[in-house]
């Protein structure tokens, strides 16, 4: 009770010279202490596993290094050429780009079109939020199992089939046959219906952003619903847009775990019929140990995105930022 | 008059459309939870039946006893990795991001862009790289190793960072006059000012970890380190499927994740919400 009562009495005082200087000091040291204590776990770890490991693995991608981690042998660019000159690796290349070119207009386009409906309903919102929204609570292995095994199983007892049967259609194998390739529906109905949800969820977050005079004045100049989508909503979701481009675009070049659950296997990796560019590393690495030419697809993978996503900042992006070059 | 029986029509128009949308979105999960109570001569019969003739429970105890692949196990291990990685690397991320956005000392911007650098790399390719380094620590069929390389969420690190930079300062100060250490202040004031932050964040890391394949795959290569997820895939590369088995399997695999999206809907909603506007 009494040194409660008299702290605010300590603080009045002035306190001797020294006692300042020393505390000053121990303040600058204690700031300095807490920094580092605080920021030290995040940088050591991601010292590790991101800096000293990018770093490895760019060394190895020019070294031999087959069955083994260590450094020495160098090859130059011996894992690049080898790698781009192996036809099943230029196939997943061209794989992941038509890929991409197909998941993502699909997918903005729906999660776009579900965020405004969505947005324009008052009643049961949330009932239709968590409807659209619960798919990404599954796992892409999860949702590969209910398409190949279930949805679009081959016999009869599938449900595409069952539906087909309906309109007196033969049972499809949907994942097997490959001209006409029909494994592209399977993949894009998975991904579409995993994924939509939270991208909804991005565009909704963006519509409820637009200041609703800007709808108010659209109704005043008697634009009906499309007028307005295409001159209010979408221009003022530029940025929400480009943000989920890139997202999208990033998701789909790195591709793996429905196609590997989808196409693997188990046999032996690398006679998938269809398989992505991360899946042909898996195998190189994994299968054949070649951590040389497994490092050298991780960076010819990494230049491949990097250059996707430059080519839509550039379309899309900064073309608002002048046309200086 | 005419113009009010058009928006009239219209959102009836869009109920309709959302709620045929709606349904269709649930039909994976419908036939999910039927073909886990069919029998086997149910699942594989030509003629559609809309409910299993009698709830199958055996179809789950199979899945547990079955000898080939410890299911059991696996989903212990799932679990014990998502919550622990849930958790620390939500913490890590708040520690690093608060330092970053409060406490100034010299070398700070250095630190950021260090930590903002790793952003720039795919997530993915960095899959090979960090198996290089963690194969050649033992890291192999351990639980550290599956679970260490998730734990530092650079990502994450930024969005505290901005958080914590709009926290009202007078709330540390207060702190400080209290003879609070700058640790103190982080630990008794700041991070439980933080927890709906954490809550949504912790959430989304949680997912992850639950929901991560390519990792565990190259990781856990001995039965008694994989995941719920590997043991799954592990269906698709056996010999002989028993496929209600499969299906039971499939729905043990996503019921906790569904459960918490019924549950935390909020949080997760706010997750991603944040984390996918920041980027």
Known sequence: MTVTGTRPLDKTRPAPVTATRRRRLTERQSKAFAFVVLTAPMLIGLGVFRYVAIGWSFLLSFSEARRTISLGNWVGFDNYRQLLSDERFRDSLTMIVLFTALIVPVTFAASLGLAVLVNRVKRGRAFFRTAFLLPAAVSYVAAAMIWKMALFSGVPSGLANTLGALFGVDPTPWIQTTSPPLYWIVLVTLRLWLQVGLYMILFIAGLQAIPPHLYEAAALDGAGPWRTFRSVTFPMLRSTSVAILLLMLIAALQAFDEFYAIFSTGASLGSEPVRTPLMHLYGVALQDQDYGVGSAGAFLLTLLIVLVTLLQGRILGFSRAGDKD | MNRYRGTVAASIATYVVLCLLAVVFLIPFYVLLRNAFMTTPEVTATDWHWLPSALNWNNFTALFDNPERPFGRSLVNSLLIAVITAPVSTLLASMAGYALARIHVPGRAVVLSLIVGTLMIPQAVTFLPTFVVVGSMGGVNTMWGLIAPGLFNAFAVVLFRSFYASFPAEIEEAGRLDGLSYLGVYGRIILPNSVTMIASLGALSFIEAWNSFLWPLMIGQDPSS????????????????????????????????????????????????????KS
């Open chain 2, 226 to 277: 994989w995941t719920v997820q590997i043991a799954l895939s592990s269906f698709l590369t056996s010999q002989t499927v028993n496929l209600p088995e499969l299906f039971a399997g499939t729905a043990v695999a996503i019921l906790p994740l569904v459960v918490m999206f019924l549950v935390a809907q909020r949080h997760i909603v706010q997750g991603i919400a944040m984390s996918g506007l």
